[in-house]
């Protein structure tokens, strides 16, 4: 297998798929968002087997399953791979829990470099760090953790991708901050708050839809004002605001000189991924398999 190949078809693929749906080169991206480009039905259900997610081509009407059990950016990196295995017209596909894919599978490894290119382009992600005033080739814990949430996906998978994507970060380095865990720094941030997820809003990020979950924090790297029903500014920290996402809808938040949406979906949420800020969907107890 020479993966040197495979990763520029991936990347090609990526770069085309952002195209086709109009994202910006550099602009972080919901995968859900861009699934509509090319007419791929999405669904978040929990899954049997602790499978990550499924692809069907359906004959000719593609569709994704997403475990709803799995965290959000698990969910969003799900739903890219299995958007890469769209791209590259792959047939049925079921991939298991992280750690257990055959990366030694061409078609495993395009649809996971493919998902590591839609969600996190490279010279975005470098941007974003020179804009909270980072050094991507040394950055700290909490600056990883900004830039992950900037490009919704996960702590680690962004440290992955600084490494053997974008070769800015040293295997050292990278071993280092993992040793991190993105419940340990949310503790750092908000000591005692039970809060399932932390996502940091920064004033002079590109992203202007954050996807949280009910009862999830926000951490606003710049004043946070809001009128809206669903947020509530409750606190502060050294980094700044902190604000609880409380019901499901999208909602407005003005961060320092920007306005941006905050999209809040119901914990255990299962149905079609674009109805997950709305009332159409249903909510299951965890553990549940449906």
């Known amino acids: 297998m020479n993966r040197t190949a495979l990763a520029r078809q991936a990347l090609e693929a990526a770069v085309q798929v952002r195209r086709d749906a109009r994202v910006g080169a550099w602009d972080p991206v919901c995968p859900f968002d861009v ?33 709803a059990e799995r965290p959000g950016p698990r969910q969003r990196y799900t739903c890219a791979h299995e958007l890469g295995h769209h791209a590259f017209g792959h047939g049925v596909r079921a991939d298991d829990v992280v750690g257990r894919r055959p990366f030694d599978d061409p078609d495993e490894f395009l649809a996971d470099v493919f998902a590591g290119h839609l969600l996190m382009p490279e010279v975005g992600v470098l941007q974003a760090f020179r804009a909270l005033g980072a050094d991507p080739a040394e950055p700290t814990v909490f600056e990883v953790y900004a830039v992950a949430s900037e490009f919704g996906v996960g702590y680690r998978t962004l440290l992955t991708h600084l490494v053997y994507s974008a070769g800015v970060l040293s295997r050292d380095r990278a071993d280092g901050l993992a040793r991190h865990t993105p419940k340990r720094i949310r503790g750092q941030i908000a000591p005692g708050h039970p809060a399932p997820e932390l996502t940091v809003v920064s004033e002079s990020g590109r992203k202007r839809a954050y996807d949280v979950v009910a009862g999830g924090l926000v ?40 306005e941006v949406s905050v999209r809040v979906t119901a914990p255990g949420y299962e149905g079609l991924a674009a109805d997950r800020h ?13």
Not at 41 to 47: C, H, Q
Not at 219 to 247: F, I
Not at 278 to 290: D, H, L, M, Q, T
């Open 35 to 67: 699934a509509a480009a090319p007419d791929v039905g999405v669904k978040v259900r929990y899954l049997a087997m602790q499978a990550e997610g499924l692809y069907s081509p359906n004959r000719g009407v593609p569709s994704v399953l997403v475990n």
């Open 219 to 258: 951490l606003t790297l710049g004043e946070a004002e809001t009128e809206a029903d669903g947020l509530d500014v409750e606190g502060r920290t050294v980094h700044g605001p902190l604000v609880r996402a409380l019901y499901p809808g999208e909602w407005p938040l003005a961060v320092g000189g920007c």
């Open 278 to 290: 709305g009332p159409k969907g249903e909510r299951a107890p965890a553990g549940v398999i449906r």
